[in-house]
T-cell receptor, first 115, second 112 residues
Framework: DTEVTQTPKHLVMGMTNKKSLKCEQHMGHRAMYWYKQKAKKPPELMFV???????INESVPSRFSPECPNSSLLNLHLHALQPEDSALYLCASSQDPLTNSNEQFFGPGTRLTVL | AQSVTQLGSHVSVSEGALVLLRCNYSSSVPPYLFWYVQYPNQGLQLLLKYTTGATLVKGINGFEAEFKKSETSFHLTKPSAHMSDAAEYFCAVSIGASKIIFGSGTRLSIRP
């Protein structure tokens, strides 16, 4: 299994809702990532988990809360989002958090719309 | 600080023509460089990567890239464009453990 899966594919939520994005990989990778991508822009790193521990938080607002329950799963909990948070949210994984040359494998993304 | 610059936000070529997408990097240490492709409404897929060794790197779908240290470049090429190559292409550089940064992207269009 060489893929990263993400659910749901699409999500529409109001500013008072609480929702979660899910990501899963079964490649034995020990680094997992959340990115945010706006239209016609490159992905922007949000969070990195290394060996199930949060290692990088790129100053992301607290309305985004990541969670890594185990080495295969990554969640992003959403609460009180703003319309400007509407974007494609990408999950990725890589084999070894300590190796700079590892490529990242991306999931198909969740298209989030905040009303 | 490491960075990548992609020259040309949009490149259009005819089907069967050479594809050349430009990427220049800035790095104080030997860089690890990547090219990713993103089709509409999809995630990113790795085309190829350069770590060490051979400077001409072959990737998937007939793409290749050459690492040129003297020019700080890592341009992506394909001899003959197909309609299915239309997509967004991102050059990226590793800036530390678990972290890569992307160029601004180049949208490739293919004319019939």
């Amino acid at each position: 299994d060489t893929e990263v899966t993400q659910t749901p594919k699409h999500l529409v939520m109001g500013m008072t809702n609480k929702k979660s994005l899910k990501c899963e990989q079964h490649m034995g990778h020990r680094a997992m990532y959340w990115y945010k991508q706006k239209a016609k822009k490159p992905p922007e790193l949000m969070f990195v988990y290394s060996y199930e521990k949060l290692s990088i938080n790129e100053s992301v607002p607290s309305r985004f809360s990541p969670e890594c329950p185990n080495s295969s799963l990554l969640n992003l909990h959403l609460h009180a989002l703003q319309p400007e948070d509407s974007a494609l949210y990408l999950c990725a994984s890589s084999q070894d958090p300590l190796t700079n040359s590892n490529e990242q494998f991306f999931g198909p993304g969740t298209r989030l719309t905040v009303l | 600080a490491q960075s990548v610059t992609q020259l040309g936000s949009h490149v259009s070529v005819s089907e069967g023509a050479l594809v050349l997408l430009r990427c220049n990097y800035s790095s104080s240490v030997p860089p690890y460089l990547f090219w990713y492709v993103q089709y509409p409404n999809q995630g990113l897929q790795l085309l190829l990567k350069y770590t060490t060794g051979a400077t001409l790197v072959k990737g998937i779908n007939g793409f290749e890239a050459e690492f040129k240290k003297s020019e700080t470049s890592f341009h992506l090429t394909k001899p003959s464009a197909h309609m299915s190559d239309a997509a967004e292409y991102f050059c990226a550089v590793s800036i530390g453990a678990s972290k890569i940064i992307f160029g601004s992207g180049t949208r490739l269009s293919i004319r019939p």
